[in-house]
């Protein structure tokens, strides 16, 4: 017989962690279901959500997961019951970053000035702030084929060692052949309408950690795009009809996957022109975390009677899991990390 322990699941889940687990991932939520429960994907979420949001008040947060239970087993008349355990997943780990600016003028400055209104510092700082959140919540996907030693430190990644979008994810304890699965494309295929399908059936196709189907990628999925992508992405997802044919064949499309284009993920943001990603909203593994809001103040630097403005704010920026996230670099050339 099979009995979890303590062990079984890992320190994760033990009361006694120097800071609290913020949230389990349970798996088995995800697992397959009857299929008039999900069958337009929407569950208990009605909106395209690319990012999860949280807030802490906690000095870091740790957000785990678990598979769930495998098959039943056909079992004779009196004969034991079937017995099986789950399997804990990777953790990811946020310590929080502190970011801050701010702008020092002089006494005379202010009060000389003839358009005070136009020279808002207070405006452009929330400005300078939001704008930061910004950059920091897409770079995730910028990052997205990079190593994990090689992260910028305001990114924090699911505990298994390889890129967020990866050849090589591995299954912890699977019950079939299958020891690694993908999330990413091994030929970095372009955008076209026969890759879409190709990523869509990837992504229906991801397991949990005892290689076991998942109820994932069904409906309400997120086409991510840089701008460059975006009239190429609207073509493909928007309208009744498949473009580009005559054959009056229906868009299966329409209806099914939003398109988001983000500037912030072009090549001029530090991303891509290329490169590309189906997300199913209801799972997305991508996490802005919280710590502290964007928080400003006013003070005199000393007797001089400069002013500084400046302002700070706490977060970082993760993904809780790769499951629910497939990508591809576009290029056309092998990938495998």
């Given at each position: 017989m099979t009995i979890e322990t303590r062990a079984t699941l890992g320190d994760s889940f033990v009361k006694g962690l120097t800071a609290s687990l913020y949230d389990i991932q349970n798996q088995a939520e995800k697992a397959y279901t009857t299929a008039f429960a999900s069958a337009l994907g929407v569950e208990n979420n009605t909106y395209t959500q690319l990012f999860k949001t949280e807030s802490s008040q906690q000095a870091r947060e740790t957000m785990a997961?678990?598979?769930?239970?495998?098959?039943?087993?056909?079992?004779?008349?009196?004969?034991?019951?079937?017995?099986?355990?789950?399997?804990?997943?990777y953790t990811t780990q946020f310590?929080?970053?502190k970011l801050t600016n701010g702008i020092t003028v002089t006494l005379e400055d202010r009060k000389d000035r003839l358009v005070d209104k136009r020279l808002n510092e207070m405006q452009d700082l929330l400005v300078s702030a939001k704008m930061t959140k910004n950059r920091d919540a897409f770079s995730i996907f910028n990052n997205a084929f990079t190593a994990q030693t090689s992260l910028p430190d305001i990114l924090t990644y699911y505990g298994d060692a390889v890129p967020m979008c990866s050849t090589l994810h591995a299954i912890k304890a699977s019950?079939?052949?299958?020891?690694?699965?993908?999330?990413?494309?091994a030929t970095s295929i372009p955008l076209s309408e026969t890759n879409l399908e190709t990523a869509r059936t990837a992504l229906r196709r991801q397991t949990d950690d005892k290689d076991l189907p998942m109820n994932i990628g069904s409906s309400n999925l997120i086409l991510l795009v840089p701008d460059s992508l975006e009239k190429q992405a609207v073509l493909l997802t928007n309208g009744k009809l498949r473009p580009s044919t005559a054959n009056n064949d229906i868009n299966v499309y329409d209806g099914i996957i939003t398109v988001i284009s983000s500037k912030w993920i072009n090549s001029q943001n530090g991303g891509s022109d290329t490169a590309w990603f189906l997300i199913d909203s209801m799972n997305s593994p991508v996490i802005f975390f919280e710590r502290e809001p964007i928080i400003t103040?006013?003070?005199?630097?000393d007797s001089n009677k400069n002013v500084t403005m400046d302002y700070y704010m706490r977060y970082q920026v993760g993904n809780q899991n790769f499951r629910g996230l497939w990508g591809s670099q576009g290029t056309g050339a092998a990938y495998a990390a």
């Open positions: 997961s678990k598979s769930g239970v495998g098959y039943a087993t056909d079992t004779a008349e009196g004969a034991d019951f079937a017995s099986d355990s789950r399997i804990a997943g310590n929080f970053r019950t079939s052949s299958n020891t690694t699965q993908s999330n990413a494309s103040s006013v003070w005199e630097t």
